[in-house]
């Protein structure tokens, strides 16, 4: 499992695009890239999980270059209920064990 | 994605006293995992509930403080042990569908000891 490095913090005004950026030099060949939010008193919530290129969904985009050392997700337009902690975790498939940094606390302000 | 329902949502304990925390999932799963959160830090994994056989545990976790079940492809217990205050923490339990499926997360059970 890749060791993650990502901002401890960030932040945003509503209606802006955020982009959080996470480094993972270590990735192994099979391994996936994957990113939760999680709110206060909540488990964390599953947002975007991709392998190469881009993966887009409902809630954000996954940006995963070439060399896969890093990756960014994007979160359109956010609003302040997007105010929450945002992990990126890389996770080897077939065994999907899950190592979590300290994440990036995202304030988003009025 | 799966319903996961962890019990209790929260529970205030005694020193010394164990208490044991339920996963039930609406669906079968092929893995679940027991993780750790403290106070405004980040989860720290526990260990992979093994249907059938004894859980893996990581590094710094024991099975004798963290008594482990899964009898079934839906269903894992976690027992925290002879409680003292440093285990006061949010306890969470995950699962996962299938290879390369993401995890999905419970909303933990909040226990404070007195």
């Known amino acids: 499992l890749a060791k993650t490095t990502q901002p401890i913090s960030m932040d945003s005004y509503e209606g802006q695009e955020v982009n959080i950026t996470c480094s993972h030099n270590?990735?192994?060949?099979?391994?996936?890239i994957t990113w939760y939010q999680q709110f206060p008193s909540q488990g964390p919530r599953f947002i975007i999980q991709?392998?190469?290129t881009k993966v887009t969904n409902e809630v954000a985009s996954l940006f995963i270059p070439a060399d896969r050392k890093s990756s960014t997700l994007s979160l359109p337009r956010v609003s302040l209920s997007d105010t929450a902690v945002y992990y990126c975790l890389t996770f080897s498939g077939g065994y999907n064990k899950l190592i979590f940094g300290a994440g990036t606390r995202l304030a988003v302000h009025p | 994605s799966a319903v996961i329902s962890q019990k209790p949502s929260r529970d205030i304990c005694q020193r010394g006293t164990s208490l044991t925390i339920q996963c039930q999932v609406d669906?079968?799963?092929?893995?679940m995992f027991w993780y750790r959160q403290q106070p405004g830090q980040s989860l720290t994994l526990i260990a992979t509930a093994n249907q059938g056989s004894e859980a893996t545990y990581e590094s710094g976790f024991v099975i004798d403080k963290f008594p482990i079940s899964r009898p079934n492809l839906t269903f894992s217990t976690l027992t925290v042990s002879n409680m003292s205050p440093e285990d006061s923490s949010i306890y969470l339990c995950s699962v996962v569908g299938g290879d390369n499926q993401p995890q999905h997360f419970g909303d933990g059970t909040r226990l404070s000891i007195l």
């Open positions: 669906s079968q799963v092929t893995m």
């Open positions: 991709g392998y190469k």
């Open positions: 270590n990735i192994a060949t099979n391994d996936y």
